[in-house]
C-alpha cells in the first residue's frame, strides 16, 4: 500500500484547527473558574412576601429560613419561595445566579474572608436591564437578606447563601 504525501496546506489547516480548539477549551474553562479552586456555592431563593396571606404548604427544607424572614421583616407574614438558583463563585470570574426571568443576581467574588468563615463578594440585582442594587457583602453560613422591589400585591426578597442547596 502506498502512501500519498499529505499536502502541506492539508497540515497546517489541521494543526491550526487543533490550535483553536484547545484555545477555545482553555477559554472556556478560565470562565468557567478553570483550575483555580472554587471560593464557594451561593444558593440564591427569591421570595414573594405578603402581610396578609395565609402560610400554606411551607416546604419543610425552608423553615428555618422563612422563620428568620419572619423575624427580619415582622409587617410580612408568608413567604412563598418563587424561583431559585444556585451557582459557583471564583475569584476573579463572575457569577450569574438566575432565580426568575425577571431579576439576575451577578456576584463578584473578592475572595474568602480573611478568616476563612465566608466569602466576600460583591453583589449587582438586576431588574431586566437595569441595575437596581449594587453592594459588597460577606457572606457566610446564616444567609443574607435582600428586600427587593414590590411585586404585584407583595414585596420581593432575596435569600442568598452558601452552599449548592437549601439545607440548613
Sequence with gaps: MAHLPIPSCVCRLAIWAILITAT???QEKRQAGGDQPCDGDVWCGLFVAKSDADATGIDAR??????????????????????????????????????SKQLFLKLDSLGLHEDKTGV??????WQEKHVILKTDAILRRDPVFIAGPNWGDGRLILVLKLGKDHTP
Excluded: M, R
Excluded at 428555618?64 to 421583616?73: P, R, S, V, W
Excluded at 410580612?76 to 476573579?92: A, D, I, P, Q, R
Design 120 to 125: 466576600h463578594l460583591h453583589l449587582q440585582l
Design 62 to 99: 425552608l423553615q428555618a429560613t422563612i422563620e428568620q424572614l419572619g423575624k427580619a421583616f415582622p409587617d410580612l407574614s408568608h413567604f412563598e419561595l418563587v424561583g431559585e438558583n444556585t451557582g459557583s463563585v471564583f475569584k476573579e470570574y463572575e457569577c450569574w445566579i438566575v432565580p
Design 24 to 26: 477555545a477549551s482553555a
